[in-house]
């Protein structure tokens, strides 16, 4: 099993529509959870970071954390084309000394 | 500086020969990280530097690799008879002591160094 696992995809939705993004972990004392964003060719970039158990909002991004179900999920309102990337899903492990990254989701947002 | 830098922004080398990457972190930032990325992958973790203390090594795929953290500052990522499965996006990225509170967790990446094997 790996430490972080998402959902390779390509997952595509329509320009407008609610993007989820999903992520579950295996340490299940990790404290700490990242969602980056990394366009084609860049280097990956954070969008959000969350830490308790619930939903936290940033415009048109949604973290949601349930730690213990060990799921961590992102939601993308109102898509836009330039939101088609790939997102990364980061667990910083107990310790809080290493973050491990999961092999990313493709999201495809059609015009 | 404003970002972490990494130099070269491109590396071609013939397979055999040594390369060294080099990473310069956030100002104050204590930790210190190395990944890989292969065309279409995810990051693969390499090494981990916190501080003084010994590196996290890990995820260095073989003996080849090795690096190095000067002063808590700069790194560099050494490859030893580099082999054309070494062809990658070489990614550094820092942040402030993680664990200590929750603020500084965050990793910022610099641009990467791409390298290629022939």
């Known amino acids: 099993q790996k430490e972080v696992e998402q959902n390779s995809g390509p997952l595509s939705v329509p320009e407008g529509a609610i993007a989820s993004l999903n992520c579950t972990y295996s340490?299940?004392?990790?404290?700490?959870f990242f969602w980056y964003r990394q366009y084609s060719g860049k280097s990956p970039e954070l969008i959000m970071f969350?830490?308790?158990?619930g939903d936290k909002e940033d415009g048109r991004f949604t973290a949601q954390l349930n730690k213990a179900s060990q799921y961590v999920s992102l939601l993308i309102r109102d898509s836009q084309p330039s939101d088609s990337a790939t997102y990364l899903c980061?667990?910083?492990?107990?310790?809080?000394?290493?973050?491990?990254f999961g092999a990313g989701t493709r999201l495809f947002v059609k015009a | 500086g404003a970002g972490v830098s990494q130099s070269p922004s491109n590396k071609v080398t013939e397979k055999g020969k040594d390369v060294e990457l080099r990473c310069d972190p956030i100002?104050?930032?204590?930790?210190l990280y190395w990944y890989r990325q292969s065309l279409g992958q995810g990051l693969e973790f390499l090494i981990y530097?916190?501080?003084?203390?010994?590196?996290?090594k890990s995820g260095l795929p073989s003996d080849r690799f090795s690096a190095e953290r000067t002063g808590g500052s700069v790194s560099t990522l050494t490859i030893q008879r580099t082999q054309q499965e070494d062809s990658a996006v070489y990614l550094c990225?820092?942040?402030?002591?993680?664990?200590?509170?929750?603020?500084?967790?965050?990793?910022?990446f610099g641009p990467g160094t791409r390298l290629t094997v022939l």
């Open positions: 969350i830490y308790s158990n």
């Open positions: 990225a820092s942040s402030f002591l993680p664990g200590l509170a929750k603020t500084t967790d965050t990793q910022y």
């Open positions: 530097f916190q501080g003084n203390s010994a590196p996290d």
């Open positions: 980061a667990v910083l492990n107990t310790g809080g000394f290493k973050t491990i």
């Open positions: 100002s104050g930032h204590t930790a």
């Open positions: 340490d299940r004392g990790s404290q700490s």
